[in-house]
């Protein structure tokens, strides 16, 4: 589903060109937990904008669910990150001012979903990632981190993605909540067969998955199988 | 994203900061409140104007005398002054311009008018019959000056509620009485109905007496002083004024129509006149309007550019999620429009407030008119999209992945 071949980006500031990614091959298929793991610098960032459709590769092709999107405008770009790829932040990035259900709602209403249609695939989404029904009308400034990072979770769900990209989503958590969170991502994986990349620095993060990836210098140097390290729930975000 | 949607958001985002916004708007409603309150002032003076020309009569051309023209230095004599209009010129037009309606020359002077134990000096003006429908003249007791009363050359006369006031008291009603018109003792038959004062002579302030027996008795020559004529409506009047100025231009003889001694006033003209100068007064003053709202437009422009900037974050995750440029940029239009059309709204109730409270207190007659407030309305949100456009331009262009590590 997710296919990148020799994938390559450098960036160019003023005369001096500085070479992020060094040709990625890789490819991932539908219903995956894979982790993307690389100390900072290694690229792994780059990657994830590449995968989410916010960069396109200087040079390799990367095609998501069939399209070649390494060759498209903003606006097309645009519209793969609305139709295909929900985003999991460290910072969560809600929006403060609003409630959880308008918060997830959000990426419906710039899909044109009409109003009643968007409520209830809110509440879909938000069942799905846990969040208490009595928080949902709470403006999101409200809730605790973990809680917070749900919301977001429910957000990434509510357009039924063919991926779901986390970016560090335990980085702003304890341990604990932390762990709830990457159980969550569990669940969405094994039980609603969601394709999730979990991107990095923590190899004990990356370890809940069952495949990572390891980058380094923009290049790949590890792609091994892994046993998930399950999460017992027995709490609470 | 629909309507309901952007109107959503752009309350949401414009509630948050409300003092902001507040004051941002604020700085429109003093522009708009101030451009409606200086047209209409300006609106308000140019229809008085025009209503008191308009008093003196409808249609009317005024034939006035003149010096003639000659080469060389040219003294000229106080309008009015000259005599080079005649009773045979005014018969003349009588006779030969079919197309007017009505025709009555004139012949007016000052005086000094005495009743018994009262005096005063006002305007005394020697007319026939049809002056009351040329000249907008209303008979409010007794009657006007009859054709009957100019062939026999009667000693009567018709006063205005000013001269009665002076010369009798007011609530009198001096008709059988007599006064006395540079010595020559007149009947009073009648007197005319309250006009207010207007600019060009309060006609309150006068005196008809038949136009033979003003010149027999008091100015001794058959010299007039105006003909007004009254054209049958405003289209032929251009027409009238030709014909009028050929007529006295043969009459008297003149070769070049340039130097002829009479000037044919047209009432459209006189009004065009005025209301030329009151444009140009109201376009002043809605200039220095103007330069208020365009500083309440730098403020919104001001206030989104920080939204921007402030909003960055947010701006990257929704592009994150999905929004496209488009979607982005509408936002922030829709934001400044909002926040301009608000402005417009108030903008329109204080520049109304300002009117009123101008014609109430500095007794100016002020005049909105719907005009005014479109215009309003349009300039701003043109001030909007001007002045928003830029920011929601900025906001649109941000690349997301640098908008999310904005801290």
């Known amino acids: 589903m997710i296919d990148c071949k020799n994938i390559g980006k450098s960036y160019v500031n003023g005369d001096v060109e500085t070479v992020v990614l060094k040709g990625i091959t890789f490819s991932i298929k539908s219903g995956e937990f894979v982790a993307i793991m690389g100390p900072s610098g290694s690229g792994k960032s780059t990657l994830m904008h590449i995968l989410g459709a916010l960069d396109t590769p200087t040079s390799g092709s990367y095609h998501l669910d069939g399209h070649d999107i390494s060759k498209l405008s903003d606006d097309e770009l645009a519209e793969i990150r609305r139709n295909k790829i929900g985003f999991v932040f460290q910072s969560f990035n809600l929006l403060s001012r609003s409630t959880v259900l308008r918060n997830v709602s959000l990426p419906l209403i710039y899909a044109g979903v009409p109003p009643i249609q968007r409520e209830e695939r809110a509440a879909a989404a938000l069942t799905s990632a846990g969040l208490p029904e009595d928080r949902w009308n709470h403006l999101s400034n409200q809730l605790s981190g973990g809680q917070m990072q749900r919301v977001a979770i429910a957000r990434a769900l509510v357009n039924n993605p063919a991926l779901i990209l986390a970016d560090e989503p335990t980085g702003n958590l304890d341990t604990k909540t932390g762990e709830v969170v990457l159980g969550t991502f569990q669940e969405l994986n094994s039980e609603h067969k969601h394709t999730i990349v979990l991107i990095t620095h923590e190899l004990y993060v990356a370890e809940h998955a069952d495949r990572i990836i390891h980058i380094q210098d923009g290049m790949i140097l590890e792609d091994k199988k892994n046993v998930r390290k399950l999460i017992v729930h027995n709490h609470k975000a | 994203m629909t309507i309901s949607d952007l109107f959503k958001e752009t309350y949401s985002s414009l509630t948050v900061n409300k003092v902001r916004s507040g004051l941002t708007i604020l700085g429109i409603v003093i522009g708009i409140g101030s451009v409606i309150a200086m047209v209409s002032i300006g609106q308000g003076a140019q229809s008085s104007i025009e209503t008191s020309i308009q008093s003196i009569g409808s249609n009317l051309l005024l034939v006035m005398p003149g010096a003639q023209r000659g080469p060389g230095v040219q003294v000229s ?25 009505a025709v009555a020359p004139e012949i007016s002077r000052r005086y000094q008018v005495t009743s018994p134990g009262k005096n005063t000096n006002t305007q005394v003006v020697g007319t026939v019959s049809a002056y009351p429908g040329v000249r907008n003249v209303e008979v409010d007791q007794g009657s006007f000056i009859s054709d009957q009363n100019v062939r026999s050359i009667a000693k009567v006369a018709v006063i205005g509620p000013t001269v009665r006031d002076d010369l009798f008291g007011s609530d009198t009603i001096p008709i059988g009485q007599t006064i006395r018109i540079n010595k020559v003792d007149f009947k009073i038959v009648g007197i005319t109905k309250a006009k207010g004062g207007s600019g060009f002579g309060s006609q309150d302030d006068m005196i008809f007496v038949p136009l033979s027996t003003a010149q027999r008795f008091l100015a001794g020559d058959t010299y ?18 030709q014909q009028v100025t050929d007529l006295l231009v043969s009459r008297h003889h003149i070769s070049d129509p340039q130097l002829k001694d009479f000037n044919v006033l047209n009432q459209s003209d006189i009004v065009a006149t005025a209301s030329s100068v009151t444009s140009i007064f109201t376009i002043l003053l ?11 437009g730098i403020g919104i422009m001001n206030m989104m550019l920080t939204t921007v900037t402030e909003r960055t974050r947010e701006i990257g995750l929704r592009k994150a999620i999905g929004a ?35 014609s109430q207190f500095a007794s100016i007659a002020t005049q909105i008119s719907y005009n005014s407030i479109l215009l309003a309305f349009g300039v701003s949100a043109a001030i909007g999209i001007v002045f928003g ?3 929601a331009r900025r906001a649109a262009s941000l690349n997301p992945i640098e908008a999310l590590r904005y801290e």
């Open chain 2, 389 to 391: 456009y830029y920011p």
């Open chain 2, 286 to 296: 809605s200039a220095i309007a103007s330069i208020s709202l365009l500083v309440g």
């Open chain 2, 324 to 358: 496209k440029k488009s979607d982005i940029s509408t936002q922030f239009l829709a934001e400044s429009v909002m926040l301009t059309f608000l402005g417009g709204v108030f903008g329109v109730i204080l520049g109304w407030l300002l009117a009123l409270a101008v």
């Open chain 2, 224 to 241: 007039v002083t105006t003909i007004s004529i009254q054209a049958e409506n405003q289209e032929t009047m251009t027409d009238m004024q």
């Open chain 2, 77 to 101: 004599a106080g309008r009015g002054s000259a005599q080079t209009l005649t009773q045979e010129d005014a018969d003349a037009i009588i006779k030969d311009i079919t197309s007017a309606k």
